[in-house]
């Protein structure tokens, strides 16, 4: 089986353009996780801001509260820390299978 490398980043390609402003992930939709390549070279963040998913997953597992994100970082609300958690068990839950070439 030969791998077209060209064809594969062009439907990856399609598929971003997709995702650039709101994620869905199954049976919910997160519309305040965004992705977008011009922003933190495209890293899953809260409303478009530069504030990626990962910051506010790291925070709650070094044991900040939300009380404690929400005013350390007073452009984020409640909804949004909700929406990080619940991108980051749909990221963990997902399959990754090897691509072999």
Sequence with gaps: MVFDMEVEEKSIERK??????VIGVGWMKLERITTD??????????RGLRMPVS???KLIAA??????????YPELE??????SLEYAAWTVSEKVLPLVV
């Design 78 to 83: 409640e909804e949004d820390i909700k929406q």
């Design 63 to 72: 044991g900040r509260t939300n009380r404690e994100i929400l005013d350390d």
């Design 16 to 21: 971003m353009e997709k995702v650039q402003s």
């Design 37 to 46: 390549p011009e922003v933190m070279r495209g890293q899953p963040c809260i």
């Design 55 to 57: 910051l506010i997953i």
